[in-house]
């Protein structure tokens, strides 16, 4: 059974950061693509940043110098660091990895910055 877990949201002030975990079971998880996405309230999901099997990265624009996502295939678990948080990134936090036509989620960790 494929299991994704994140872990590592809360309540931040704006400024502050945190580390976004999501551990992954059931899968070669060094084989995967790995991806974080978020969902702000009353929007639609979107892309934060991508991670290959061989660790190049992606980011999009809007939180490119503030975020980093990393992966450790012995702990079979990736990572998200969010720097310099704002308000505006207020969301649910996803994390999902790909392996040609396979895909899964996780179920979300909730991230509030206050202002």
């Known amino acids: 059974q494929v299991q994704l877990v994140e872990s590592g949201g809360g309540l931040v002030q704006a400024g502050g ?19 974080w996405y978020r969902q702000a309230p009353g929007k639609q999901r979107e892309l934060v940043a991508t991670i290959t099997s061989g660790g190049t990265t992606t980011y999009v624009r809007s939180v490119k110098g503030r975020v ?7 702990k079979t ?39």
Do not use: H
């Open 77 to 115: 678990t990736m990572y998200l660091q969010i720097d310099s948080l704002k308000p505006e990134d207020t969301a649910v936090y996803f994390c999902a990895v790909t392996y040609g036509s396979a895909g899964y989620w996780g179920q979300g960790t909730q991230v509030t910055v206050s202002s």
């Open 17 to 35: 950061s945190l580390r976004l975990s999501c551990a992954a079971s059931g899968i070669i998880f060094s084989a995967y693509t790995g991806a």
């Open 68 to 74: 980093t996502i990393s992966r450790d295939n012995v």
